[in-house]
């Protein structure tokens, strides 16, 4: 079984911070790690995903995320955010030949001007 | 771009009507699933399908019914709504198992039960 959490249901920042919202999984083999972002009211939208290779992956608008094996954590990170970047960003897991995502409770992400 | 469209994209229904929730996908891809969303929780599985004609269950099918006449088509049936199914329902689709598991959201359905 595949988990995955999100231990920061909320988390505030200033417009131009940086910001880093956690994910960590539990899993024992081989996996899909993603993120994706839903803004409100509308459905979730892919940033970005990793299951080899370079740990840090970019995605779009400037986030990337990076895999720890050591962690079993895939941390996303924005260097510097924007107004726009207020959403739910949720955290999700799948194996390979395993095309079910399973999704965290969510980060809420507000920045503030 | 995968297009996803959901309908209704908001009901209200009465406890022990039925339900049906509607998702139309435009992009030939062979997975489709229902994910409920509860206010201030993550998504949870309910049906998939990689497959026209047939489904499988998630982890919460209990109350649900799922149909996939088509590949296109992946519709959410609830025989006897119940309170406990307010919440939002998203349909999504990913090409197939090579993808890396890449999904395609729609934009939800709203369910109220009263």
């Known amino acids: 079984t595949q988990t995955v959490s999100q231990s920061d249901a909320h988390v505030t920042v200033f417009e131009g911070d940086s910001v880093e919202l956690r994910c960590n999984y539990s899993y024992g083999g081989s996996i899909y790690l993603s993120w994706y972002i839903q803004h409100h009211g509308r459905g979730l939208q892919f940033l970005l995903k990793?299951?080899?290779?370079?740990?840090v992956v970019q995605g779009v608008n400037g986030f990337e995320a990076e895999f720890s094996k050591s962690d079993s954590s895939f941390h996303l990170r924005k260097a510097s955010v924007h107004w726009s970047d207020s959403a739910v960003y949720f955290c999700?897991?799948?194996?390979?030949?395993?095309?079910?995502?399973?999704f965290g409770s969510g980060t809420k992400l507000t920045v503030e001007p | 771009e995968a297009a996803v469209t959901q309908s209704p994209r908001s009901k209200v229904a009465v406890t022990g009507g039925k339900v049906t929730l509607s998702c139309h996908q435009t992009?030939?891809?062979?997975?489709m699933y229902w994910y409920r969303q509860d206010t201030g929780h993550g998504l949870r599985l309910i049906h998939y399908?990689?497959?026209?004609?047939?489904?499988e269950k998630g982890d919460i099918p209990d109350g649900y019914k799922a149909s996939r006449p088509s590949q296109e088509n992946f519709s959410l049936i609830l025989e006897l709504a119940s309170l406990s199914q307010t919440a939002v329902y998203f349909c999504a689709s990913s090409r197939d198992r090579n993808s890396g598991n890449t999904l395609y959201f729609g934009e939800g359905s709203r369910l109220i039960v009263v």
């Open positions: 999700a897991v799948s194996a390979p030949n395993y095309n079910v995502l399973y």
């Open positions: 399908s990689y497959v026209a004609d047939s489904t």
């Open positions: 990793y299951y080899s290779g370079n740990p």
């Open positions: 992009n030939n891809h062979d997975y």
